[in-house]
């Protein structure tokens, strides 16, 4: 998880609800160092491991959603779909539980910078563009084969880096793991699950999800690469109308 990484600016969402800065505390095994980004529905901090002296992120799920019995059951869920999938573009995870009714994750530091940070600099050249989501493509077909759907796929959670070579390596991050054809997209307590910026219709609609939804979010995203922007802006009920009923602008108006 890179240090720049933010809450994608455009999706829509605010800080986490009675997310406390937990900055200089212990949950715990991990000193908690620092926060990296904060989305609708978790902290996202910079940890040390002090029993194995390893540096890790640490997702702090909102206290609000810990105390949803649904929501507790998809993290569980989310942590354990994550653990058993190993693919090169896929943050690992380390370690999940919960602590004084906090849940929180703790998986790989990731050392690079996030799309959404990338993209803030402008639009980007096509080659790199591609280059880069079609590592996040990959992920997201191994998930689709174990019958999953990300259901959270922005830039924000691309994180750009590089490995042993001068070729750019993607990881997939903060997966909002859902079963294929679940109809679910909020919590009980009326929290959206994903980013309404990237969503597709079937999910703002509520209706039964496949690695399709994924597919249109990847779509959204490769926009925003080739753009510098999402294909729609405004505030959540315009981005949601332009998602359901406009046809997306024409990416040449923005590219380079």
Known sequence: MPDEATADPAAGESPAKDATDLTGRRLGNYRIDGVLGKGGMSVMYRATDVRLGRKVALKVIGEHLGA???FRERFVDEAR???AIDHP??????????????????MRLVDGADLASIISGGPMEPSRALSLLEQVADALDTLHKRGLVHLDVKPANVLVTQRESIREHVYVADFGLTRRGATGHRTRGGDFLGSPTYAAPEHLRGEPLDGRTDQYALACVLFACLAGRPPFMGDVPTVIKGHLNTPPPPVTRYAR
């Open 89 to 106: 573009n896929i943050v690992p995870l380390y370690d999940f539980g919960e602590l004084d009714g906090m849940h929180y994750i703790g």
């Open 81 to 83: 779909n994550t653990a």
């Open 68 to 70: 949803d019995a649904e």
